[in-house]
């Protein structure tokens, strides 16, 4: 959980009293296998960055625990944390903001190695020409500068960033949102060929459907901070169970005449996160609400084999 303080008073940024919190992230609880990507699907503002920040400890959880090949690293302090931080990398959203303008595409890909004192001075350069190659970009881009490269190019460098120090755990936050679609399925297939390659695990974060169902492993729903539902990609795409995830299907462009699609549509706009409404979030908004999911807030059941919903539709008692 990532819960936000609401202050109040003349300096409410610094020491005004708190009034309330801001539930970002409320008890979402996940599992990534090693070489599999777990794709993180929402509407803005549900809480799925917050969620990857926090799972690096670039935000601090307020509750819970976060656990890296077997070790609890949620409370442990910075001194302790720097080794632990090789093990765990993001690629960010924005491939133009993401890289350091005033430094050469070499120094930006040294920065990691340096930083966790990987290798010699010579192992460093000989790391940077491999992960250029790596990414399919010569290693005539080792003197430019970010802004001589296109948008493509640019997030194939904070790919190669992300992965200088191998590590075990990656956040790709919104990777291919703001590239254009040939851009993104070369990302893409670049993504699941390095992870094929180096086993690595991967939170995909995106609001784009169609990609998550391309590259991610197991896919989760969230919505307004919680995971309404999680399943394997293809029983969650074939068979949703959740009213919101049904809808979110059901906006997908379907290419192919005559393919039935789930007839359902959400209506409304997405409850203030300040003043969330009681029992089950999704409840003004959804078109097959009941009395109790009005009062009583949903638990997680297991509707199938790995496949879990927090609806009370699914719920026999």
Known sequence: SKHFP??????????????????????VSLEIAAGETFGLVGE??????????TTLRL???????????????????????????????????????SLNPRRTI?????????VHRIGSAIQ??????????????????????????????????GIARALAP??????????????????????????SDLQMEMGVAMLFISHDLAVVQHI?????????????????????????????TQALINAIPIPVPGRPKIKLRVHGEV?????????CAFHPRCPKAMAVCKTQKPVTLNVAENHTVSCHLYDES
């Not at 803005?44 to 920040?53: E, F, I, N, V």
């Not at 070499?106 to 340096?114: A, G, K, R, T």
């Not at 409850?271 to 029992?279: D, H, M, Q, R």
């Open 6 to 27: 609401l202050r109040a008073g003349l300096l409410r940024r610094v020491t005004g009293r708190v009034t309330g919190h801001l539930k970002a992230v409320d008890g």
């Open 44 to 53: 803005s503002g549900c809480g799925k960055s917050t969620l990857g920040r």
């Open 59 to 97: 935000l601090e959880p307020t509750s819970g625990r976060i656990v890296l090949d077997g070790e609890d690293i949620s409370r442990i302090q910075a001194a302790a944390l720097k080794p632990r931080r090789r093990l765990m990398q993001m690629i960010f959203q924005d491939p133009y903001a």
């Open 106 to 114: 070499e120094q930006i890909l040294l920065e990691p190695l340096q």
């Open 124 to 157: 460093r350069r000989q790391r940077v020409q491999e992960l250029l190659e790596l990414v399919g970009l010569g290693s005539n881009a080792l003197q430019r500068y970010p802004h001589e490269f296109s948008g493509g190019q640019r997030q194939r460098i």
């Open 166 to 191: 191998r590590p075990s755990f990656v956040v790709a936050d919104e990777a291919v949102s703001a590239l254009d679609v040939s851009v993104q399925s070369q990302v893409l297939n670049l993504l």
């Open 216 to 244: 991610a492993h197991t896919v989760g729903v969230m919505y307004m901070g919680q995971l309404v539902e999680k399943a394997r990609s293809d029983d969650l795409f074939n068979a949703p169970r959740h009213p919101y």
């Open 271 to 279: 409850p203030s996160a300040l003043k969330p409404p009681a029992g």
